[in-house]
């Protein structure tokens, strides 16, 4: 798919100036998913997001924890840490299980 664009910049001489572009699809997504992390992590207050950030499994999250997947399966049970659902598979992302880890959630008690 290729997405066709037209911009139109009025000049204080009132002439126009016409330019047109065109991108393909990955183009175009690539390009709105940066300006979509730049206006996110300019919001005062908000976590930085990595919009290109993708999930990881049990195992990997269980490594990434230095922690047993049983352990990890009993902490995703009691609500205890940051994590998605997809039909039965159990999903992180890893920028959350690190600011879990920062906020001592992963101590050893």
């Keep these: 798919m290729i997405f066709n664009f037209i911009f139109v ?3 204080i001489n009132h002439m126009k ?3 047109k572009t065109s991108y393909t699809d990955l183009e175009f997504r690539q ?5 979509l992390q ?4 300019g919001v005062p207050g908000l976590p930085y997001v990595n919009v290109d950030e ?8 269980a490594d990434l ?3 047993v997947p049983g352990t990890l399966y009993n902490l995703v049970s009691q ?3 940051p994590f998605y ?3 039965k598979r159990v999903l992180f992302k890893k920028s959350e299980l690190d600011a879990w880890l920062l906020q001592g959630n992963g101590e050893q008690k």
């Design 17 to 19: 100036k016409t330019v």
């Design 79 to 81: 609500n205890k840490i």
């Design 38 to 41: 730049n206006v996110l992590n």
């Design 54 to 61: 993708g999930y990881i499994g049990i195992k990997e999250a």
């Design 9 to 11: 910049e009025t000049k």
């Design 85 to 87: 659902k997809n039909g």
């Design 65 to 67: 924890l230095k922690i």
């Design 31 to 35: 390009l709105v998913r940066e300006e």
